[in-house]
């Protein structure tokens, strides 16, 4: 049912309740009459009773349409992570029934139960960076995966998480209470073997400074140029709240981040913050200086 054709009968049916409302009304306030005889009232009893039909129709087809239009709109949502740590983040910003949210990750794509191919499903991708994982590789799996099921479902592919506006709001957030005098924000993110690193990091920090005015925020990576150390040397911050571009704690955060020590020899402080999906989470740890 197209969108206009949609709105006329609802208004077709929104008139029709309002006009049996007035009739009914109207015949009421008749029935007061005093000089009436039994014909008339009995006639007027009868419209009564007619234009609460009428009303109840209308009520009736207005439930019906908003069915029909319901249907049309009727979507299955796929959150896929990349292993089972991220299975309990949701897309931020997004309500969505929960009747029809499905979660995987990529090592379970084949035995997971998938959403039913009777709608579309839009495929939450839920990575930080774009790149062959959260792509052809992610693509290729979950075609896999619903081929030898015999289906052919209708995918449609949203950005990754780390992509989203709200993920920068939520740094924002978590970052405001902990600034003081000569504070400046370093993300680092995972480096890429792609040809051209993956957008997001830089589009997060861009971002993160329109959120915090006046606040140095840079960005540095672990496995490329720039490395996360020498762009945290060549900050004026004295003061270093660290956030790594993450999605879950894990070997990389007690591996390839800088480190109190090696902010201390380049003359700064350091304070850790958690993963920038975890600040999606009401359960985000309290950062440790």
Same mark, same amino acid.
């Given at each position: ?16 309740? +309002? +006009?049996?409302?007035?009739?009914? #009304?109207?015949? =009421?306030?008749?029935? *007061? *009459?005093?000089?009436? *005889?039994? %014909? ?12 609460? %039909? ?28 990349? @292993?089972?740590? =991220? ?11 929960? %009747?029809?949210?499905? $979660?995987?990750?990529?090592? @379970?794509?084949?035995? !997971?139960?998938?959403? &039913? ?26 075609? %896999? ?16 998480? /780390? !992509?989203?506006?709200?993920? +920068? ?14 504070? =400046?924000?370093?993300?680092? !993110? ?17 971002? #993160? ?10 960005? /540095? ?6 490395? +996360? @150390? ?5 900050? /004026? ?5 660290? #956030? ?5 704690? /894990?070997?990389?955060?007690? $591996?390839?981040?800088?480190?109190? *020590?090696?902010?201390?020899?380049? =003359? ?5 913050? &958690?993963?920038?999906?975890?600040? #999606? ?9």
């Amino acid at each position: 049912m197209k969108r206009r054709t949609f709105t006329q009968l609802l208004l077709v049916c929104t008139a029709a309740f +309002a +006009a049996a409302l007035w009739g009914s #009304l109207s015949c =009421g306030a008749r029935l *007061d *009459d005093i000089h009436l *005889d039994p %014909a008339q009232e009995q006639y007027l009893r009868g419209l009564i009773y007619f234009h609460f %039909a009428v009303s109840q129709l209308a009520i009736l087809g207005a439930v019906v349409l908003f069915y029909l239009r319901h249907r049309r709109w009727k979507r299955y949502y796929l959150l896929v992570s990349y @292993n089972e740590k =991220g299975l309990a983040l949701d897309p931020p910003g997004i309500r969505m029934p929960r %009747a029809r949210v499905y $979660r995987c990750h990529l090592g @379970n794509l084949a035995t !997971a139960t998938l959403p &039913p191919t009777d709608a579309p499903i839009l495929v939450y991708p839920m990575f930080m960076l774009s790149g062959s994982s959260s792509g052809q590789r992610l693509c290729s799996a979950l075609q %896999a995966a619903y081929a030898a099921r015999g289906l052919r479902p209708k995918l449609y592919y949203q950005p990754v998480l /780390g !992509a989203s506006p709200w993920l +920068a709001e939520a740094a924002a957030e978590g970052i405001r209470p902990l600034l003081k005098e000569g504070s =400046g924000v370093l993300v680092v !993110a995972h480096g890429s073997h792609l040809p051209e690193p993956p957008p997001e990091p830089q589009l997060f920090c861009r971002r #993160l400074r329109e959120l915090l005015p006046g606040v140095e925020v840079a960005c /540095g990576y672990f496995h490329q140029q720039p490395e +996360a @150390n020498d762009v945290m040397s060549h900050m /004026g911050s004295r003061h270093i709240l660290l #956030l790594p571009f993450l999605l879950t704690e /894990g070997l990389h955060t007690s $591996r390839d981040l800088p480190t109190p *020590d090696s902010a201390a020899a380049c =003359g700064k402080t350091l304070q850790r913050l &958690p993963v920038a999906a975890a600040l #999606l989470s009401s359960h985000a740890q309290t950062p440790q200086p």
